[in-house]
């Protein structure tokens, strides 16, 4: 016999906004490390209408580059609430989060 093991929603919700917090002080300590520990090791990426496949050793080369570039970042905050979805299994969840960052750049550079 199986035995189910009831999921707690708002716990594994908490996990992701922790996950969240964790990713904007990354942003401001620039510590990719961080921002890849859980990362899938292949993303789907949609941005302006498009959608393409990415790694994490392309995502490692991204933030590279991006900070790189910054100076320093001077705000990284949510414009809303995350939006979060769970499966009532547990076994897949999603997040989305519109953030408004501000930054001093080292040197001029093309928009990320």
């Known amino acids: 016999m199986t035995t189910l093991t009831k999921i707690d929603l708002e716990k594994e919700r908490y996990a992701l906004i922790r996950r ?3 990713d904007r002080k990354a942003h ?3 510590d990719i490390p961080t ?3 859980g990362m899938a090791a292949e993303q789907i990426n949609v941005r302006d209408g498009q ?3 990415s790694s994490q050793a392309d995502a490692a080369d ?3 580059s991006y900070f790189d570039h910054v100076a320093e ?3 990284w905050d949510d414009l809303q609430p ?3 979805q769970i499966s009532q299994d547990g076994t897949m969840a999603w997040m989305i989060n519109q953030v408004l ?3 001093h750049i080292s040197e001029p550079t093309r928009p990320y």
């Open 101 to 103: 960052s501000l930054i």
């Open 28 to 30: 401001f300590e620039k």
């Open 82 to 84: 995350p939006i979060i």
């Open 51 to 53: 959608i393409s496949t």
């Open 73 to 75: 970042f001077v705000h």
């Open 20 to 22: 969240h917090i964790q």
């Open 62 to 64: 991204r933030f590279a």
């Open 35 to 37: 921002l890849l520990n």
